[in-house]
């Protein structure tokens, strides 16, 4: 079955800095893959979505890619502000006709 | 949010008794979800809805049950709560399933901390 991992749990970055996520799936590959932010307390929030046949997506300060030879899709947050700091996750379809398979998460802390 | 509600928002119970949980949306979209979320395992689907009365399973229904009679209301039964069912429960909301764009965004609720002593 479908897996995804993130690169790391927790992600520490300064401020102004650019910060990179990265998820990578392990068999199917996904039409289409999502990035939500999720806060503490809080359900996760839509921000992206790119499809396979977008190598990348732009949404104000954040870009998205993604790479099917590698299996993988970067996040990238830049001139980052202490306001970014959540946890982020990357969701994907399991499969065909499967449900979604969202990713543990990375919690990214930007510092002052 | 995105006129989701879920209640109640924290609850303490004991082992065996049951638990349902109530997920209300003012959105009118098809696509209604129960996940856990843990740590270390992310969220993991437990059911889904497609509509009035039709649920199908996820990855962890184990030891849940749900029912959906209105558009509105997805209901999450715990029949018999164990210390394994502790958790954060979030309901999510779609348009549409696996359509292949946008509108297979899911919305979530608040979520429910949940602990079964």
């Known amino acids: 079955s479908q897996k995804i991992e993130q690169n790391s749990e927790a992600l520490n970055i300064q401020e102004g800095k650019t910060a990179t996520l990265t998820c990578n799936y392990t068999?199917?590959?996904?039409?289409?893959l999502q990035w939500y932010r999720q806060d503490p307390g809080r359900g996760p929030v839509f921000l992206l979505l790119i499809r396979e046949n977008e190598k990348e997506k732009r949404k104000e300060r954040l870009k998205v890619t993604f790479d099917t030879t590698l299996k993988q899709s970067l996040f990238h947050i830049t001139a980052s502000q202490p306001a970014d700091s959540a946890t982020y996750l990357c969701?994907?379809?399991?499969?065909?006709?499967?449900?979604?398979?969202f990713g543990p998460g990375t919690r990214l802390s930007v510092l002052p | 949010d995105a006129g989701i509600t879920q209640s109640p928002r924290h609850k303490v119970t004991e082992t065996g008794t049951p638990v349902t949980l109530r997920c209300h949306q003012t959105?009118?979209?098809?696509?209604m979800y129960w996940y856990r979320q843990d740590p270390g395992h992310g969220l993991r689907l437990i059911h889904y809805?497609?509509?009035?009365?039709?649920?199908d399973k996820g990855e962890v229904s184990d030891g849940y049950s749900v029912s959906r009679s209105k558009t509105e209301d997805f209901l999450l039964t715990l029949e018999s709560a164990t210390s394994s069912q502790t958790s954060v429960y979030f309901c999510?909301?779609?348009?549409?399933?696996?359509?292949?764009?946008?509108?297979?965004?899911?919305?979530f609720g608040p979520g429910t901390r949940l602990t079964v002593l």
């Open positions: 999510a909301i779609s348009e549409s399933r696996l359509a292949g764009g946008s509108t297979d965004t899911q919305y």
């Open positions: 068999n199917y590959s996904p039409a289409y």
């Open positions: 959105e009118n979209h098809r696509y």
């Open positions: 809805s497609y509509g009035v009365k039709d649920t």
């Open positions: 969701a994907t379809p399991a499969g065909y006709g499967q449900n979604f398979v």
